[in-house]
């Protein structure tokens, strides 16, 4: 073996070892095949590997917020501009948003909008149909995944003796100011009547390493009363086999062609818990309520549809009903056939995929589970969204691959009688300093 | 009238008059109906006029480059890291991108990826059957619409009587720093081998003031090969009407359902100019070429479907076509029907909805142009996109709509060797001033 870091570009392929981890013994070990493994050269990513660097052009640029960081941590509870949440570490799923809710300037009060929010199954099924397999997973955020203002956070679980284990730095939390608007006005024939205000949001993430497989997740608030998550995928496996299921990208290196499937659970509370979903057709505002969990099932991009959780007990002064609709990102179709459910709350239904994963007997699973077909209306719902990233390989992606994004929103329809964000008022302006401090 | 700037919230509905130009003559006036004006109370979107301000918690920010701006603009070329372009003004459309290329460090040239690149037509079907209508476009950007990090270009055209107009500060041209990675890696059980690299993008950002419409028009290239083309709608009418078309928002006003659709044309040119594009089923590379222009329309959403450029006459050192892929964003089907439409290059098809739109007689537009289903393998083409952003306007949306954006992106597919911004160099952290000069 040579110096070369970048192990998951240096497989050996064939063998499989299965093990009784109750009696600590192997009892099956099988080498199918061998196979030529790939050379090493030009996989190594490391900067210090790298001569010389290729474009010196990237600048040095920092975000300066001279007044600090616009939001307060208190535990795990973060506040910011509307915002308030609680972000606490899962050792199974890692990031678990809960009891996010936004405050309302008219009514003068924090209103509830997601009860409890997290990741329920992660699914990147390769198009291999061999089936050499590892996982393995942690969680960490570095200093070069967030932003200079990012400020962390640690987690913390119950280790296999009871006793806390400490997550050092498992997600950071920065104000992002991408450079975007929140709004914009120009006012036709009335001279310097343009407005706008610069989009700023608070996003929490973290960073789970998977095998080969690095998502970034991030949970971004909005002062506009919007949520965006938003899964960014970064996979570098490169497996030597026959090209049919893949593209060549060097000697002996195949990329094989695959899926990233994330499964959300939203326990969504919408201004109160139980909720209902009106559904429109698209031009007329004749509303029917999905009122089962069949009815409430989507195949996004098949045909318009709307998703709304609304409060049914509760109007806006003309008369429309609180609630917060989905906004979906582009969408991959495949296992789950579904990209969006939604069931009655049932404390025991957590993870989509069953319990115990490729453990399980189907039977405790989300598509299962719906099969019963409960009533939603006006019930306790959770929402259950699959993002899905179609991953063709090329030889871009080789040895590292540019990230891909997708994602969706949640965002605020008649929940606020009107904009929540007309009346921000928008930051001073920093001078930019030209002291010589800046080294 | 009050002293009240929004006057796209307080519209005198149902008065049509038609003027002839030539003759400067009113050929028919129509006082169709009588609709009580709304209120204007709680439109005023200007700072001066909010008190007391909802949220001062928005603190202050700036982005600091000690080294200026990374990119370098002579006349209206721009160089930024690996790419190169072209931005110039056009009177009809705005913006227009001309020869984009990017460096390949492999192969110590600029390649091709785009001749022209531009908007085709814009058209915001309201679903209201009436027909009181008006149209009337500026191009701006203000200082509030870009970062603190942007330089403003101006743009020109050739006016009525033949001579130069300028039109000061119509783009601008800005280092995105968003907070994300442009790639990330994780070795396992290799300590401190995490590296990753913050993604940096030039944007060049554009305005269009459409009515009570503002549009930004973002062109962002990446480092990794990627363009991406995005449109951020700003949309604030609210018309009075029946409530069967619209949302009722507060007292006589309601908000319009509507779709948005920006039609794209790009001239690519991957590589060079004649292109082919092979098709891809999903998970088996036998490809097919999509030959002629009606087997390159695409439904997005309704199946799987690649849509790939490349250079046939070239190969990547395993085998593979030069190439950029397409990754679309989210899709709303409508009046086009296909959202994407491959064109056999012709220097007349410009316009998508013909050259004088409404004054057009239908012969003279894409649907019909298509029909001649002429051969594009192995030619020049001309790549159409059709962005679409449904807006059901609900109270947030009153009096200013929170932003909402589309848009897709070309990726590069075996255009290069290998990772083009794998010996991208990070830049060196800045250490922030504590020096007085920060006000």
Redesign the interface.
């Known amino acids: 073996m040579n110096d070369n ?4 570009l240096l497989p050996i392929e064939g063998i499989k070892i299965i093990v009784d981890l109750e009696e600590i013994k192997i009892v099956d070990y099988n080498d199918r095949v061998k196979v030529p493994v790939p050379k090493s050269e ?1 996989t190594d ?3 210090s590997k ?1 001569k010389p ?18 939001f307060q941590i208190d535990g795990h509870t973060t506040s ?3 915002w308030v949440f609680h972000l606490s570490f899962d050792a199974r799923v890692g990031q678990v948003i809960s009891l996010a809710s936004i405050y309302d ?1 008219e009514k003068h009060k924090h209103r509830s909008v997601l009860f409890k929010g997290h990741v329920s199954e992660l699914f990147v099924p390769y ?1 291999d149909p061999t089936d050499e397999y590892y996982f ?1 997973t942690f969680f ?1 955020v ?1 200093n ?7 400020v962390f956070m640690d987690g913390y679980y119950a280790g296999q003796d009871g006793k806390l284990v400490k997550v050092p730095n498992v997600f950071c939390i ?17 001279p310097d ?8 949001s608070l ?1 929490a993430r973290m ?1 789970a ?1 998977i ?1 080969n497989y ?1 998502p ?1 997740l991030d949970w971004e608030f ?5 949520i965006k998550i938003q899964a ?1 995928t ?1 996979t ?1 496996v490169e497996q030597i086999k026959e ?9 002996n290196t195949v990329g094989l ?1 695959h899926d990233h499937f994330l499964i959300y659970r939203l326990d969504v509370d919408i201004d109160v818990s139980d909720n209902t979903t009106p559904r ?1 057709s ?4 004749v509303s029917e309520t999905a009122k089962t969990e069949s009815e409430a099932k989507i195949q ?3 045909k ?1 549809a ?1 998703l709304v959780f609304v409060n049914p007990n509760k109007k ?5 009903s609180y ?1 917060y ?1 989905l ?7 495949a296992f789950t056939k579904y990209n969006v459910w939604v069931t009655q709350y049932n404390k025991s239904e957590i993870w989509a995929g069953g319990r115990y994963v490729d453990q399980s007997h189907g039977e405790d699973t989300l598509a299962v589970w719906s099969l019963r077909n409960r009533e939603i209306d006006n019930k306790d719902m959770v929402f259950w969204y699959v993002i899905g990233i ?1 991953h ?1 390989p ?12 997708a994602g969706f929103e949640l ?29």
């Open positions: 870091v970048n192990m998951c030009g990513y490391r900067l790298q660097p290729y474009d010196p052009r990237i600048n040095r640029a920092a975000i300066v917020q001279p007044d600090g960081p616009g910011w501009m509307n300037s198009q393995k960490a570095e070069s995944d967030c932003p200079n203002n990012a920065f104000e992002r100011h991408a450079g975007d608007a929140m709004w914009r006005h120009t006012e036709l024939d009335v009547k343009t407005e706008a205000r610069p989009e700023v996003v960073i390493t095998g690095d970034a909005k002062p506009s009363g919007s960014t970064h570098h090209d049919v299921y893949g593209t060549l990208l060097g000697d062609y429109k698209y031009w007329t505002v996004l991009g098949l318009p709307e806006t002064k003309p008369g429309n609630g609709r906004i979906p990102g582009l969408t991959t179709r179609h063709l090329c030889q871009e992606d080789f040895p590292l691959m540019p990230t891909l994004s965002r605020p329809t008649n929940f606020f009688e009107s904009s929540p964000v007309l009346k921000v008022k928008p930051p001073k302006p920093v001078t930019l300093p030209k002291c010589s401090a800046i080294p």
